[in-house]
């Protein structure tokens, strides 16, 4: 199992941006599939956005698609998560996730968590 540590969550006012970053521990990062995944107070979790091993292929939620963008530094064991034009909706405990296997984070479904990361945007 990967340790995931997330950093870079506040508070922003809505139309800014902010960046998120996770920093993974722990053997054989770069084998994972990574990505975030928030949770809204009354709401479900939703998986936002998700990068397979290699940095190549990504998911994003329909609700983020055009504004966040997820991608990775395999040597320094990090994702990060870049996001512009936030609005209140996205306000949210932000997580890391991690898989190894790609169907599985494509389906939501993640082996590893951080401890999550508060983003709240004021309108």
């Known amino acids: 199992q990967v340790q995931l540590a997330e950093s870079g969550g506040g508070l922003v006012q809505s139309g800014g941006s902010l960046r998120l970053s996770c920093e993974g521990s722990?053997?054989?990062?770069?084998?994972?599939?990574t990505g975030w995944v928030r949770q809204a107070p009354g709401k479900e979790r939703e998986s936002v956005a998700i990068?397979?091993?290699?940095?190549?292929?990504?998911r994003y939620a329909d609700s983020v698609q055009g504004r966040f963008t997820v991608f990775r530094d395999n040597a320094k064991n990090k994702v990060y998560l870049q996001m512009y034009r936030l609005e209140p909706e996205d306000t949210a405990v932000y997580y890391c996730?991690?898989?190894?296997?790609?169907?599985?984070?494509?389906?939501?479904?993640?082996?590893?968590w951080g401890q999550g990361t508060q983003v709240t945007v004021s309108s």
């Open positions: 996730v991690a898989e190894l296997n790609w169907g599985r984070a494509i389906a939501g479904l993640f082996g590893s």
């Open positions: 722990g053997s054989g990062f770069s084998d994972y599939a």
């Open positions: 990068i397979d091993w290699s940095g190549t292929g990504t």
